[in-house]
């Protein structure tokens, strides 16, 4: 046994590096955290298929990414926002040309318990009960009780998404947080548990783990926007405010085997994984 | 030969001896190198008697003084319930109780010790939380009083069994003379037994303590995790266990959110430290 483990052990201190050096059937995927379970999702059913192809997606953020793109330390840079005009310059410099794809959508659905009578919020309002500024339900519409906010955990993606684009309202100076008496809760499925059995919470998730136990909340952007519902078409039409672009960036249009990889993000089985993953595909 | 073969048994169990001392010594040297870090960038101070944690901010905010609140509150709310419970249940069981229901309740308290932590907590999730909600008419049952009863569950066989082992070495004369004075059952137990014993009874406490204060999975379910200072038992805290437990995972490691995770790990140990030494002595001050 303990043989069987050197041996497999050696086996790997050797093949490891050979993977990782630029060996024509391999690729680099990088970038961000939100993503990782999609790209290692979408990695893992490509080897099945193409056995002699070896894919690395590690995570680490969309800007890390996108700099190791722009430094050439990766083929394909996962990113969960455009690129930054400085970040296209910075790539010019290099001589790397970034080419955008969009491969998935992300939808943020705010939910409340079905006996909850308030139905839709402005993003406004959203970021006055999240920071704790907004603490009855009174105040928006609803029965009078207190908010019982529930959050994410502060390692999950989606925590900082809603704080960067709720909260903060896509202002990347705000200072606004999350406020202290918010539960953190640490799965979208806790959360789905908790908002199903208690009328005066509010929280979000994936529109994935929405069901008829919970209530989704109809959003606007501001107050004389219309009040959009959290769902597919919506999110694909782009109406939806709570919900970003997914994109994977290259050096030039994808050509080769990173070609290869791209069209099988974006084929019909591309998709669906991007479906099982919790996010909106592009295609239907 | 023989002798030979005794020397290297006899060095071997050395081995095995030191073996524990040895890790406990690289774990703490562990902790402190990592822990040590954090206050490069907060200083003491501030991050034991700050009062927001933010970790993942634009700069991050390290101040733990609600998750040692916390952890305080949930404790202290496990030892009120358990401590009286514990001690009664094991005067039962050491003197009043006939051979036959000492046996079946024996048996009963370590099966509750035998109950993994994390399925104590689904229970009271699904259980618990909605009648603490109820009861108390509050907004959430996600309480630092639905983590208390939880533990106070855990704690139980601890100071039950070690509380029951210190009666049960009371010498016996002790109560044959009380009886030959006249004392009432009662009157021997509460006079005469309960003092006799009182610091193995102070180290079942401690030892009960020890594993509230350390236990994880039972209270990240239960307890909500809001970082706030708490005005009262009925709203949702954060324990220190539970704040490592939820955001090691994806701390980036070498940052100062990894390295605070690590401060709190030391803070932690120095808290069971304490309550370990102080079980300890009274255990050895009996004998």
């Known amino acids: 046994m303990f043989k069987k483990g050197l041996f497999i052990l050696a086996l790997l201190i050797f093949t490891v590096p050979a993977f990782a050096g630029k060996d024509k059937n391999s690729i680099q995927i990088k970038g961000s955290d939100t993503m990782v379970n999609l790209g290692q999702a979408w990695a893992e059913k490509y080897m099945e298929k193409n056995p002699g192809d070896f894919v690395a997606v590690t995570g680490g953020g969309s800007g890390t990414g996108l700099s190791s793109l722009i430094s050439g330390t990766c083929d394909i840079a996962m990113s969960s926002r455009n690129i930054k005009d400085k970040e296209i310059s910075l790539a010019e410099q290099k001589g790397i040309d970034p080419f955008e794809i969009k491969v998935a959508l992300d939808g943020l659905a705010v939910v409340v318990n079905p006996a909850n009578p308030v139905s839709k919020l402005t993003v406004e309002q959203l970021a006055g009960i999240f920071t704790g500024s907004i603490t009855n339900w009174k105040e928006v519409g609803g029965k009078d009780g207190k908010i019982v906010i529930l959050s994410r955990e502060v390692n999950s993606g989606t925590h900082v998404y809603f704080k960067e684009h709720v909260l903060r309202k896509g202002n990347a100076n705000g200072r606004e947080e999350f406020a202290p008496g918010a539960l953190l809760l640490s799965s979208s499925q806790a959360i789905a548990d908790e908002v199903a059995g208690n009328s005066a919470t509010i929280g979000y998730y994936g529109m994935g783990y929405i069901s008829s136990k919970q209530k989704p909340v109809a959003i606007a952007k501001d107050a004389k926007s219309e009040y959009v519902n959290p769902s597919i078409e919506n999110v694909l039409s782009g109406k939806y405010p709570i919900s970003r672009p997914l994109f994977l960036y290259t050096n030039g249009e994808p050509q080769g085997l990173i070609r290869k990889f791209v069209d099988y993000a974006l084929s019909k089985e591309g998709q669906d994984i991007v479906v099982k993953t919790d996010f909106v595909p592009i295609k239907k | ?287």
């Open chain 2, 1 to 287: 030969m023989r002798k030979i073969k005794e020397f290297v048994i006899e060095k071997l169990i050395l081995v095995c001896g030191l073996a524990s001392i040895f890790f406990v010594i690289l774990i703490f040297l562990f902790l402190t190198k990592e822990g040590l870090s954090v206050f490069k960038s907060v200083s003491p101070f501030n991050f034991l008697f700050g009062k927001s944690w933010y970790p993942i901010s634009e700069p991050p905010q390290l101040g733990i003084l609600p998750l040692i609140l916390g952890s305080l509150l949930v404790t202290l709310g496990a030892a009120i319930i358990s401590i009286p419970i514990g001690v009664a249940c094991a005067v039962y069981i050491a003197e009043i109780a006939p051979l036959k229901i000492k046996e079946i309740l024996k048996a009963g308290i370590e099966l509750l010790a035998a109950i993994p932590s994390v399925v104590l907590g689904f229970i009271g999730m699904v259980t618990l939380v909605p009648w603490v909600k109820t009861t108390f008419h509050l907004p959430t049952g996600l309480t630092a009083l639905s983590g208390s009863i939880i533990l106070a569950f855990m704690a139980m066989p601890t100071i039950v069994s070690i509380a029951e082992d210190a009666l049960y070495s009371v010498p016996k004369s002790y109560k044959e003379g009380a009886f030959a004075l006249g004392a009432t059952h009662w009157q021997t137990i509460y006079r005469v037994l309960l003092p006799a014993a009182s610091s193995g009874i102070v180290a079942a406490v401690m030892l009960g303590i020890g594993r509230v204060i350390g236990e994880t999975m039972a209270v990240m379910m239960i307890t909500g995790n809001a970082a706030v200072i708490p005005q009262s038992i009925l709203v949702p805290v954060r324990t220190l266990t539970a704040t490592i437990a939820a955001e090691m995972g994806e701390a980036v490691v070498g940052s100062e959110h990894y390295f605070a995770l690590f401060a709190i790990g030391i803070v932690l140990f120095i808290i069971s430290f304490i309550i370990n030494v102080t079980a300890d002595l009274f255990l050895h001050k009996r004998h």
